[in-house]
C-alpha cells in the first residue's frame, strides 16, 4: 500500500519517530499495521514492514540483502570520505554473499559456543562485583544510575575480556563505542559523522597495536584467536580486515547488549508481579531474557534491499528497492503472539527477530543472553525491593532503544 491509499498513515509513520513517540512506539505501529504491514512511503523510498511473517521474510530471505560497499558508492559516494562508513560497509554490517561469509567464518570458528561458556564464571563474577557497587550507591536509599554503574561497565567489561583489552582501558571505549555506533543511524549530522570517524579511527589504531602485542604475544582471547585462525586458513583475512572485525565486535558486543540490560531491569520494574516470579523460579529466566527482546529490544528497525523483483506482503518492491523491517513492530504482532502489549515471562512462544534472521543474524546472541540471565538472576535476588527513582532518560535514537539514565533506588 503507498502513502496516498491511507491518508492518516503518513502521520502515523512520522509519530513513530518523534521524541514523544521514544517511550513507546509501538502504539502508532500497531495503528500503522492495522492499515496494513507493508507501507510504501515513496519520499523515504523505502517500505516499512510492521508484520512479523513480512519482516522474517526481509531478514532472512535470499531476494534481500543489506545496503553495501557498492550501494553506497552508487547511492551515497560523499560518504567514501568517512572512516567510519569505509568500516562499516568493508564489515559483517555492510557486506552480502561470498564477502561476508569470508569475514564471518573465522569470527564463528573463533567465537563459538565453547568461548562463550568459557565466559559464563567471568560474566557472573563481573555482575557481583559490579552490583557491589550499586549497593554502595543505593545505601540507606540512595539513588543511582543503573546504567552508569551496571548497565554499560556489564558488556563493556565482557567484550573487553573476550577481545583481550585490559580492564584498566575498557572505560575510555565505553565513549568510543558509542561515537562509533552513531554509524547506524538512518540519519546521520555533520557531528555524527565526526565523532563516528573520530571514533573508528581511535579504534582502529588501538586494535592495530593488540593484533601486533598477540602475535608477539598469544593469550587466550578472541584476538589470539582470529590470529591462529588466519594463520590455516587458505584465503585468510588481511590485516585491515582483522582490525576492523575486532573493531565491529567491540561496539556491537557492548552497545545493544547494554540496551538490553536496561530495557530489560525497566520491564520487570513496571511489572512487578513478572518480576516476582522470577524470584520465585529463576528457571525462568532465560524466558523472561527472551520476552524482554520481544516486548521492548534494543534495536527497533533496519534496512534491507531487494536483489531481484520480489513480493512481501502482498506488496511489490522492484530491484534495488529498499524495505525497512521494523523488529519491534514484528515482535508486537498478535498474529504472531497473543496479548502481544503484555509483558509476560512465562509466554510460550519465544522465537523473536530481535538479533535479526538469516545470514546476518547476530554472531554475539548468545553472549548477550548469557549476560542478560546473569545479570536479572542475581539483581532480583540480591535487591528484592528495587524501585524506579525516577523518570528514564531515552537515547535520542531513531532506531537503536535504550536508557542514558535509569535511576534506580533500592527500597529499605
Known sequence: MNIGDQP??????????????????????????????????????????????????????????VPDRAWMEREQPEWQAHSAADMFYASLLGTNGAAHERLRGPLVKAFGPRRTAALSAAIEQTVDELLDGFADATADGGTADFQELVGYPLPVAVVGRLIGVPAAEQERFHRLGRDAARLLEPVRSDEDWRLADEAVTALRGYFTELLRERRARPAEDLTSGLLTQAAVDQHPLEERELVDV???????????????????????LTHP???????????????????????????????RLATRPAEIGGVHVPAGGSVTAVIGAANRDPRRYPEPDAFLVRRPERHVLSFGAGPHYCFGAALARLEGAALLGRLLDRFPRLALAGPPVRRASACLRSFDALPLVAVG
Open 273 to 303: 508481579d513478572q518480576a516476582a516470579l522470577l524470584r520465585a523460579d529463576p528457571g525462568l529466566l532465560p524466558g523472561a531474557v527472551e520476552e524482554s527482546l520481544r516486548w521492548d529490544g534494543p534495536v527497533l528497525m533496519t534496512e
Open 246 to 268: 575486532l573493531v565491529l565486535v567491540f561496539v556491537a558486543g557492548f552497545e545493544t547488549t547494554a540496551g538490553l540490560l536496561g530495557l530489560s531491569v525497566h520491564a520487570l
Open 8 to 65: 492518516d498513515a503518513e502521520a502515523i509513520l512520522w509519530s513513530v519517530f518523534a521524541p514523544e513517540a521514544r517511550e513507546n512506539p509501538y502504539a502508532p505501529l500497531a495503528a500503522l499495521r492495522r492499515i496494513t504491514p507493508v507501507l510504501h512511503h515513496e519520499e523515504l523510498d523505502t517500505r516499512f514492514l510492521t508484520g512479523f511473517a513480512e519482516c522474517q521474510a526481509a531478514l532472512a530471505g535470499p531476494a534481500f540483502a
